[in-house]
């Protein structure tokens, strides 16, 4: 679990204390809810011992406890457990089943399978209770979407799922042989072994998919290839003999799935070096990396701002005056400009005006991935006098993931193109930085700078303790620009040594009676008429699939 983990962990039950305060008159801000009538009858089970909690709960739903509402209760039928937010009486006399999630209202259908657990085993324990009033609805409590600082909304929303729920307890209860009936997925649990795999597309992200697998864990996993389908996964399974991407069947793959399979079976870059070489010069100097760090607060800071709205509150440069540093035209020097918002006041017009200075009015903007072009978007909508020169500054960005995902595939990639996975795979001794400045400050990721400047808005952090993270998020987010340029001249050191590798090969290849044709890095790029041309130099047959034709033209000459 990543430190961001923990700090949403804390965000939500922050969000839900709020709520079970302000719900229950126990003196809320008034900025999140309207203050309650009266304070209802409230308790809360906090044993730990699942049986001894369920049997609190049920005393407490009895109709002469005085208790009308109860946080954290437990329920137990047979061997299901489920232990809720909050279970109150409603106005029927009945109960009311009350999950607390700190999402949007918008995303309350993914909370609908949860919330019939917890009230399908309440309403089955509560049936065995006869001093009990049976569970009568179910309900969400989550961020209304709709909220604007600083109101007059109420920043969190209610909703009644009561039918959802009922068809949802419905799909899980009444087809016993359903394979995600509650039946059938007791009678997993309880065998003496687990079942076999069955792969499914959502098993590339499961965190246990190696423990599932067992010693048949694929060193590169079919999951890896961008834009899978199930079918397509099927189909790929139907036709290898193992779960790695090496031994599929190439013959179906796409483009860029192909490129994948090409530099996983040669264990070695797949470089289309007349693009890599294309993007790389139209590079304009002086070349500027622009990274931004920004926060997206449950409870929006600033007036006109929505829960979870991200904002910029730092960005880093780096300035170059070569566009090829460290490879073939020198480095020359490294400017740094940087900014950080100060966090007790809403910096955003200000934070506009000193990114347009940093970036000058020529030379071209290096990102990594959409999010500056989208961050820079709203900038320009929300300082409408910054609005024409931010458009300038549109016009100059160079997505260096675009351009990587376009030119340059590695085995270790393992089919994606982020940064935390290329620069690593391109610049393996640069992820000593990052590691040296977790241990130092613990900022050393985009989710512990949100966190920790989150806590700085809000006055969390104080003293001493919040200049020394303000120092650790200027230093984290320079490191993440240094990396930029490190992975830049990584891409010409690669094409450089394509380049080289390329001289060889032609001078091997000219060495051969009919092998005149120059090699290229990647020959999925090519053409099929262009791939039959260069086999009938060589001799070769011409019939068959793409694949086919790309694999005939690899094999080594027979001597």
């Not at 657990?117 to 961020?143: K, M, N, R, W």
């Not at 100060?342 to 999010?371: F, H, M, Q, T």
């Not at 985009?446 to 808005?457: D, F, Q, R, S």
């Not at 009938?536 to 699939?545: T, Y």
Request: with cysteine; aromatic share 6%; net charge negative.
């Amino acid at each position: 679990m990543t430190t961001f983990d923990l700090f949403l962990m804390r965000e939500g039950r922050r969000f839900e204390d709020n709520v079970v305060q302000s719900l229950y008159g126990w003196g809320a801000s008034e900025r999140l809810v309207t203050s309650t009538s009266r304070p209802p009858r409230t308790a809360e089970v906090t044993i730990i011992d699942v049986e001894k909690a369920a049997a609190k709960t049920l005393e407490l739903m009895g109709d002469d406890s005085g208790i009308d509402t109860i946080l954290q209760p437990t329920f137990l039928h047979g061997d299901l457990v489920a232990r809720g937010d909050v279970v109150r009486r409603g106005d029927d006399g009945g109960w009311e089943i009350v999950e607390i999630k700190s999402s949007l209202d918008k995303s309350h259908r993914k909370k609908v399978p949860d919330l019939a657990f917890t009230t399908h085993v309440a309403s089955e324990s509560v049936a065995t209770s006869p001093l009990s009033a049976p569970i009568s609805s179910s309900a969400l409590v989550s961020v209304n979407s709709s909220y604007v600082s600083p109101g007059p909304l109420s920043l969190y929303s209610y909703q009644d799922l009561t039918s959802e729920v009922e068809a949802e307890i419905e799909s899980m209860t009444g087809d016993p042989t359903s394979p995600s009936s509650l039946q059938s997925l007791q009678s997993l649990t309880k065998a003496s072994s687990p079942p076999p795999p069955i792969p499914k597309i959502h098993c590339g992200k499961c965190p246990v998919f190696s423990s599932c697998v067992g010693s048949s864990s694929p060193s590169h996993p079919l999951w890896e290839f961008q834009r899978l389908s199930q079918p397509k996964l099927d189909d790929l399974i139907s036709k290898a003999p193992s779960l790695e991407v090496a031994d599929c069947d190439p013959s179906v793959l796409s483009a860029s799935q192909l490129s994948h399979y090409t530099a996983v079976k040669s264990r070695s870059p797949v470089v289309k070096v007349p693009l890599l070489q294309k993007r790389l010069t139209s590079l304009t100097p002086p070349v500027y990396y622009l990274d931004f760090e920004a926060v997206g607060m449950l409870e929006p800071p600033y007036e006109g701002m929505r829960p979870y709205e991200t904002y910029v509150t730092q960005y880093s440069v780096h300035v170059s005056e070569s566009a090829v540093p460290g490879a073939g035209g020198g480095e020359g020097a490294l400017l740094h400009r940087e900014y950080l918002a100060e966090p007790r006041k809403d910096c955003r017009g200000e934070l506009a005006g000193k990114l347009v200075e940093d970036l000058g009015d020529k030379g071209s903007i290096v990102v990594y991935s959409p999010y500056e072009r989208t961050q820079l978007k709203k900038l320009a909508l929300s300082n409408p006098s910054l609005s024409d020169p931010i458009r300038k500054v549109l016009g100059r960005l160079v997505d260096f993931e675009k351009l990587i995902r376009e030119t340059v595939v590695l085995p270790e990639f393992r089919g994606r193109t982020s940064i935390k996975v290329t620069l690593p795979s391109l610049r393996p001794a640069f992820q000593e930085a990052y590691a040296k400045l977790a241990e130092e400050t613990g900022i050393a990721d985009g989710g512990a700078a949100n966190g920790k400047m989150t806590e700085l808005i809000r006055g969390d952090i104080q003293g001493e303790e919040a200049e020394a993270t303000k120092r650790a998020l200027l230093e984290y987010c320079k490191l993440d620009t240094l990396a930029m340029v490190e992975i830049h001249k990584a891409l010409w050191g690669l094409l450089e040594g394509e380049s080289k590798k390329d001289d060889t090969e032609d001078e091997a290849l000219t060495t051969q009676p009919g092998s005149e044709q120059p090699f290229c890095s990647d020959l999925s790029t090519l053409r099929v008429v262009e791939l039959k041309e260069m086999l009938r130099e060589k001799n070769l047959p011409v019939s068959g699939k793409k694949a086919d034709l790309i694999e005939r033209l690899q094999q080594p000459p027979k001597p």
